[in-house]
């Protein structure tokens, strides 16, 4: 859940899910997040929306979902899996997590869950990511010899930390690196997190803005149970009632935007060997002028490799791929659907994974 911490008594609550039922449980610090082992079946008839992440309070993924619903629960999960789970399992409505950073590239592990499991991409947020520096109140900079955070939060202030020449140690969560250091009291350390994780858990910010690149950006994916099905005749055209749980801002980005480009489409697909497949199902998106904006390539994970026995050259063996496509187009529009069956002549397996409201504000 999303809270502030008293000033004057740090505590908070911690969540345990199981047999249907949620108990809180009073305890020192911090929240901790939900794990796999807590899930359960829950469905809730709660009107508010509720919001899974990744994460500690204070993570950068629960500043993404209230970027996106303003007004909603969110719900800290120890694991991506753990979030995708808990929407499955009606704890949540939706769940917001990290898709690929400007400065760190993308985050497979979300690649490979969203095949995994059967959810839906709804909606994207772009969120910039400022790092601070924080440590317990007191301390100096020339007193901490380490500092813990995610282990792409420390690539992203590569310089800073040099600088100082500490020891970097990496956890699962930038807020977690923060709740870790207050709950043990570690005069010696400090982390990389927000500014709203110093806040929760008391800590002071020795410094702000330490990432190498001020741009730093971080695209987020909001995953439902159910697809968004546009209901459009007309090109690019986006209906307010598929906008309704968004914020105000990305609702007006979206409405008043100069591009002709409301709605885009993710899909995910495996190719039969061949040469220049991959160029020919390029050609289906660019024979019909659709712009694609992001293409990214998995090995397979049960079948990670082809074998191919070449009477001249022997056994080869190669990576079977699956590939990642978003292109700007919704599923409402004809050009979109052709081009889908195109790719299909040379597709083994094809899935979309959802078409949803572009995001561009950051």
């Given amino acids: 859940m999303s809270f502030l911490v008293p000033s004057d008594f740090y505590h908070s609550y911690k969540f345990a899910v199981g047999y249907g039922r949620v108990f809180l449980i009073w305890f020192k610090w911090s929240a901790e997040p939900l794990s796999l082992a807590d899930l359960s ?37 120890e694991q991506f899996e753990a979030a995708f789970k808990a929407v499955e399992l009606w ?8 898709i690929e950073n400007s400065l760190g590239g993308s985050i497979h592990r979300n690649y490979d869950l969203l095949l995994r499991h059967r959810l839906h991409i709804v909606g994207e947020v772009q969120l910039a990511v400022n790092h601070c520096l924080m440590a317990l109140p007191g301390v100096t900079k020339d007193e901490v010899k380490r500092v813990l955070s995610h282990p792409q939060a420390l690539s992203q202030c590569e310089h800073t930390l040099s600088t100082l020449g500490v020891i970097r140690e990496s956890v699962d969560d930038t807020a977690g690196a923060a709740q870790f250091i207050a709950s043990n009291g570690l005069r010696d350390a400090a982390a990389v997190a927000s500014s709203l994780a110093a806040k929760i858990y008391g800590l002071n910010i020795l410094a702000s803005g330490i990432q190498d690149d001020h741009d730093n950006i971080t695209r987020f994916l909001i995953l439902a149970r159910e697809p968004i099905i546009p209901k459009t005749n007309k090109r690019f055209k986006v209906k307010l009632l598929e906008l309704s749980n968004y914020s105000s801002s990305i609702q007006s980005n979206i409405l008043c935007s100069k591009s002709r480009f409301a709605f885009q489409t993710s899909i995910v697909f495996t190719l039969e060997e061949g040469p220049g497949v991959l160029f020919k199902v390029l050609s289906v998106f660019a024979l019909r002028n659709i712009n694609l904006t992001k293409i990214e390539s998995r090995p397979q994970r049960k079948k990670p490799l082809r074998v191919v026995d070449d009477s001249n050259n022997g056994i080869a063996k190669y990576f ?3 590939f990642f496509i978003d292109f700007e187009a919704s599923m409402a ?12 002549e040379f597709a083994t397996f094809l899935r979309v994974l959802g078409c949803y409201p572009a995001d561009s504000t950051v």
């Fill in 41 to 77: 079946p829950s469905p809730d008839n709660d009107s508010k929306v509720r919001v899974a992440y990744q994460g500690f309070p204070g993570a950068f993924s629960e500043a993404a979902a209230l970027k996106v619903y303003p007004q909603c629960e969110t719900v800290p999960c």
């Fill in 91 to 98: 704890l949540v409505e939706k769940a917001v997590l990290p």
């Fill in 320 to 322: 079977d791929y699956l």
């Fill in 333 to 344: 529009e004809p050009h979109a659907q052709n081009a889908l069956g195109h790719l299909q």
